[in-house]
């Protein structure tokens, strides 16, 4: 499976970027889509989760300023991120867990390349 993030870009302070993630390959369900983020010299962190059930849970960090949301027919994931912040700079990445028809529909955890976000003050 290959997951493709596009959408990252340099943006002011309070604009907005959404982000994209394509999966594609042998695919049978995705259950869990989510993006992270990596800033430079700290660990990645978990911004946005979404389930194939629709529930979405977010890092207290950009609650009311983040949206995730899925569409499961394309097995797409994105993520709305709006009133940026510069501590909101980092690589952000698409993580995906899916249920792949080989080896007897077991779930398999996959990343995607990672997009930068950049956020000027």
């Known amino acids: 499976v290959l997951l493709v993030e596009s959408g990252g870009g340099l943006v002011q302070a309070g604009g907005s970027l959404r982000l994209s993630c394509a999966a594609s390959?042998?695919?049978?369900?995705?259950?869990?889509m989510d993006w992270y983020r990596q800033a430079p010299g700290k660990q990645r962190e978990l911004v946005a989760a979404s389930t194939s059930g629709g529930t979405t849970t977010y890092a207290d960090s950009v609650k009311g300023r983040f949206t995730i949301s899925r569409d499961n027919a394309k097995n797409m994931v994105y993520l709305q991120m709006n009133s940026l912040k510069p501590e909101d700079t980092a690589v952000y990445y698409c993580y995906a867990l899916v249920i792949q028809p080989m080896g007897g529909m077991k779930e398999y955890a996959y990343w995607g390349q990672g997009t930068q976000v950049t956020v000027s003050s």
């Open positions: 390959g042998s695919i049978f369900r995705i259950n869990a």
